[in-house]
């Protein structure tokens, strides 16, 4: 008995030390994940440090992912399960986890807070964060975009007293209201040089569409009916199309402001760069830009110069005489995710990082104008006499609480992004100036109009029964076998024979385990999954056939990225294989140092391909680029092959990526970056070519061209065939290219199929229809891979029948 209990007291002692580092380790982890960077990211970092110090049994991991790839990685996450605890939200997207049962409804949560004042945060900001009558993000911060920041010095050369904000923009200026009149403002600041080209804009909105929607909201109008679940859109509102056609003109007619293309094509690259280098007299963003600016204009450096904000202008009704004052705006907040195991500590640290402690944190550091009203309206945002000389820019802060009250947001509908997609891609031809607002914005609400009516019907559609999926895979799989191993099976085998192939069987099993979980299983699920509408995270709804129906009769995109496909295949690959075989030809010269060469030639086709695209992007530039620079020189008025009279028949600098006829072929251009992959292949074929077929062919007479044409093409046609085959694979396949440098646009110009495809799966949710584009893809290439097939009758192999 004493050796028993020996035994069990050594036992307890074990399990005591066993389990003591998990009770030392009894602390709860929370993952919090925001999109804020560099400053704002130490600011926060510093905040959660705060907020474990007050609450010693919480420690919280903070993850920043850029606010491009966001949402798509926290889908992901969620259809993972292993979503945060905590999230960075903001209104546009909320909607879209809401909806699905991803994020948790905070009214409880705050019924059970004792002294938790939601009144006293704006009451625009709380309202937008609700759905379905519910509360899922409590915000942070609110962003009115109708800020103007303006240039105190460029005012005063110009004999312009300081704006107060009370002024009004009008669709022609009104000189006898001076500094009254933003459109009279705008002409004022705008210089030209003797030649006519503009040396400074009166006036750069961060983007054309933010000075737009300041135009359409403050003359009463709104893109859509009902911003939570819109059933009708307004872009053919008079007042719509009469606020777009004013925005173009002045860019493309007046040029007080600099347009899309000139915003984006720059050295500085961006408005509040033009505003630091005093290439814009006023500039129209959000709070968000202020601690970019202060760095840069430092008080005492040489750049310094004053600056200060005011409220963008309202419009005054004609007919009414009444001012009417909007603008739109951002926001963000922090909402819980359902997933979460610690709902009450996830609770603690949202109303810390939305609560005071994050606020005052962010604001002193003049980050994020504070949620709650009473913070934004204190010294922590407001600068006073005891804030530092180089935090009291800009002054006249106290407007933004004004601007809060004033802010339209933008349609919380999950399905927003993708039916304002359709509208917005032909906007871009009114900023360019070729059409009118009346002719892109009709066309861009039909097409919208259908895909809503879709949308709305899909509904009430039924679930997917997987029953059937997993009947109908399985007839896939068996099929598939039977395709492949049927034939085999028929033969008549030895005993002896029989066992080598199970033997080679169980040597074949982890590669064929792989093939199934990892290629063949996927492909199966993806083609279920054509037949579905399914967003990742809720249970999937039979479709039926509606996707493929959808994209060959009803999606006006399809057959434009088709089109755009089509022509970059007929153009690049043909192009490509040209420059391929010319520089495989030099290069199978036998001259000294000819591996570096060929090192060189073949380095570009290792590159990354964003990285290239980057590189590209800054060649297409039209100022300061290097394509412009060898065509029409420094000072832009060359001609060095000829081609301004079509290239620039403005005279103004070609936009290569910004023009709806050149974008396409910049990108075909860029194709023969890459061509050293194909050029080794066929130089690999060209050193294949026996020396006594030349020889044979000297002591005949044949020339150069003769030998070519007669030798060397037939002999290195198997290296032709096969660079053209992958070269069309590989054209249909083009994505990386658009997505980094062009985004689709122009106007659908460069909106290849995979792209597309990208944006109907991670952008829109849609991961059923994307599963058809992606199978109608399949069928392309095998139909049109059986097509090449034909041409091998053309090919010589050497040694064949």
């Known amino acids: 008995m004493r050796r028993l209990a020996l035994h069990l007291a ?116 709380v309202a937008v964060h609700r759905w379905d009558g519910k509360l899922f993000v409590l915000p942070r911060d609110i962003a009115p975009i109708g800020l103007i920041y303006y240039n105190k010095r460029l005012f005063r050369e110009a004999g312009l007293a300081e704006p107060d904000g009370s002024w009004t923009w009008d669709f022609e200026p009104r000189p006898e209201l001076d500094v009254g009149c933003f459109t009279h403002v705008m002409s004022r600041l705008t210089k030209k040089d003797n030649t006519g080209k503009v040396v400074q804009w009166g006036f750069a909105p961060s983007w054309t569409g933010a000075f737009t929607d300041t135009v359409v909201f403050s003359q009463g109008a709104r893109y859509v009916d009902d911003p939570e679940a819109f059933r009708r859109m307004n872009f053919t509102d008079p007042r719509v199309i009469r606020a777009f056609d004013f925005v173009a003109k002045l860019a493309t007619d007046r040029k007080w402001m600099p347009s899309q293309a000139e915003l984006t094509s720059v050295v500085q690259s961006t408005a509040v760069d033009l505003f630091i280098s005093q290439r814009v007299a006023m500039y129209q963003c959000g709070i968000w830009d202020v601690p970019k600016i202060r760095k840069a204009l430092r008080p005492g450096s040489p750049e310094f110069f004053e600056w200060d904000i005011t409220l963008a202008p309202g419009y005054k009704d004609p007919v009414t005489g009444t001012i009417s004052r909007a603008a739109p705006t951002g926001g963000s907040g922090y909402g819980i995710l359902a997933s979460t195991r610690y709902p009450k500590e996830a609770w603690l640290l949202t109303q810390w990082m939305a609560g005071e402690p994050g606020m005052r944190a962010m604001a002193k550091a003049g980050i994020a104008q504070p949620a709650i009203m009473r913070l934004a309206q204190g010294e922590d945002w407001i600068p006073g006499p005891n804030t530092p000389i180089e935090q009291r820019y800009p002054a006249n802060r106290i407007i933004t609480d004004i601007a809060a009250k004033q802010v339209v947001f933008p349609p919380t509908a999950d399905y927003w992004t993708e039916i304002s997609g359709l509208v917005f891609s032909k906007t871009e031809s009114i900023y360019l100036g070729t059409a009118t607002a009346k002719e892109a914005l009709t066309e861009g609400q039909t097409i919208a109009s259908k895909r809503l009516e879709t949308i709305l019907k899909e509904e009430s559609l039924p679930r997917f029964d997987w029953r059937v999926g997993c009947i109908v895979g399985f007839l896939l799989l068996a099929g598939v076998l039977g395709w492949v191993y049927g034939p085999e099976l028929r033969k008549k085998r030895t005993t002896a024979q029989r066992m080598e192939n199970r033997a ?30 399914w967003d990742i995270i809720q249970a999937a709804d039979y479709r039926g056939i509606g996707n493929y129906r959808e994209a060959l009769f009803q999606d006006p995109r399809f057959w434009t990225t088709v089109k755009v496909t089509g022509v970059y295949t007929l153009v690049s690959v043909p192009l490509g294989m040209a420059f391929a075989l010319a520089l495989a030809l030099l290069l199978n010269t036998k001259v000294r140092g000819i591996p570096v060469y060929r090192t060189f030639f073949y380095l570009p086709a290792l590159a990354s391909a964003v990285a290239s695209a980057l590189i590209w992007r800054k060649i297409f530039q039209p100022e300061g680029g290097l394509l412009n620079f060898v065509l ?63 020889e044979a062919a000297t002591l005949d007479g044949a020339g150069p061209w003769s030998k070519f044409k007669a030798v060397t093409l037939p002999m290195v046609s198997p290296s032709l065939f096969f660079t053209l085959i992958t070269g069309v694979i590989g054209s249909f396949q083009v994505f990386t290219q658009a997505f980094v440098m062009t985004q689709g646009g122009p106007n659908d110009s460069t909106r290849f199929y995979m792209l597309h495809l990208y944006d109907q799966s991670f952008g829109s949710l849609r991961m059923g229809y994307a599963s058809a584009l992606a199978w109608l893809l399949f069928g392309a290439i095998f139909v049109v891979t059986r097509l090449q097939w034909k041409l091998n009758r053309y090919v010589y192999y050497e040694g064949a029948a």
Do not use: C
Not at 83 to 105: S, Y
């Open 504 to 533: 080679s069987l169980w040597f074949l099993a982890p590669w064929l385990l792989g093939a199934l979980l990892f290629a063949i299983g996927p492909m199966i699920f993806s083609f279920l999954m054509s037949f579905s509408k």
């Open 10 to 125: 050594i036992l307890a002692l074990l399990l005591g030390l066993a389990m003591f580092p998990t009770l030392a380790r009894a602390t709860v982890e929370l993952r919090l994940v925001v999109w804020d960077g560099d400053e704002s990211l130490r600011v926060l970092q510093q905040v959660t440090r705060d907020f474990e110090q007050a609450h010693p049994g919480i420690k919280v991991r903070l993850e920043a992912v850029d606010y491009r790839y966001f949402f798509q990685r926290l889908l992901s996450q969620i259809a993972g399960n292993s979503a945060p605890d905590v999230a960075m939200m903001d209104p546009q997207n909320m909607q879209m986890f809401a909806k699905r049962g991803a994020l948790l409804p905070l009214d409880p949560l705050i019924a059970e807070t004792p002294g938790f004042r939601l009144d006293e945060y704006y009451e625009p900001i």
């Open 632 to 694: 029409f020189g420094k000072d832009g008025r060359g001609d060095f092959l000829g081609l301004a009279s079509w290239l620039a028949p403005n005279g103004q600098l070609p936009n290569w990526l910004g023009d709806e006829r050149l974008a396409l072929p910049s990108l075909i251009i860029m194709s023969l970056w890459g061509v050293g992959g194909g050029m080794v292949i066929l130089l690999a074929g060209l050193q294949g070519i026996p020396d006594y077929y030349y």
